[in-house]
């Protein structure tokens, strides 16, 4: 079975620009959800996508969506682009929801911001 | 509000000793801790988890502790290996709002 795959893998932006990363889950998963990973604050939460609804929201601003499509394929936006914003996004799949399921994750996106 | 610590950040083990890496939880509601590691350039992966309702549990070389009472949990490796040299996160369940919060990371580097 093929894993979590995301794309793009890297990516370099512009302060002020808005950018999308997708992320495609295991065959069969039907929740996603996405993480902020950064030396210094680990693993952050974002949200939590199920059968195309948000479940769950972290603490970051509204720049910051989601949105998951009937094939269970997610994408997350970032408008308006900060240089905090620097960083691995990880997507992670899941069978279903509920927070005693294993989370399967991507490869992640790199992106940075100049 | 809703955190996880865990300690140490960096850890430097000689290969053959044991590694311990410890995580304090503030939501006394939780119930579900996780184990991940993250291999240098590779994506987190599941290594172990535990249930309130245990105390403790093993696989092979890795065994996790939960100390309710305290709000505490620990990994524990035992006769440690080059490829054990990861980054490992601790993680917490919050039932109310059906997540999970992640430690900030440990960075275990085995010794030769």
């Known amino acids: 079975k093929a894993g979590v795959t995301q794309t793009p893998r890297y990516l370099i932006k512009t302060r002020g620009q808005q950018v999308t990363l997708s992320c495609s889950p295991i065959?069969?998963?039907?929740?996603v959800s996405w993480y902020q990973q950064t030396p210094g604050q680990g693993l952050q939460f974002l949200f939590e996508y199920f059968s195309e609804t948000q479940r769950n929201k972290g603490n970051f601003p509204g720049r910051f969506s989601g949105r998951q499509f009937s094939n269970s394929r997610s994408e997350m936006n970032v408008s308006t682009l900060e240089l905090g914003d620097s960083a691995l996004y990880l997507c992670a799949s899941s069978y279903t929801s509920g927070i005693y399921n294993e989370q399967f994750f991507g490869p992640g996106t790199r992106l940075t911001v100049l | 509000g809703e955190n996880v610590e865990q300690h140490p950040s960096t850890l430097s083990v000689q290969e053959g000793d044991s590694a311990v890496i410890k995580c304090t939880y503030s939501?006394?509601?939780?119930?579900?801790f996780p184990w991940y590691k993250q291999e240098l350039g590779k994506r987190p992966q599941l290594i172990i988890d535990?249930?309130?309702?245990?105390g403790e549990k093993k696989d092979q070389r890795i065994a996790v502790t939960l100390n309710k009472t305290a709000k505490h949990f620990s990994l524990h490796i035992t006769e440690t290996q080059p490829e054990d040299s990861a980054v490992y996160f601790c993680a917490a369940s919050i039932p109310r709002d059906d997540k999970i919060i992640f430690g900030k990371g440990t960075r275990l580097h085995i010794l030769p």
């Open positions: 535990i249930r309130s309702n245990v």
């Open positions: 939501d006394s509601a939780s119930n579900y």
């Open positions: 065959s069969g998963h039907r929740s």
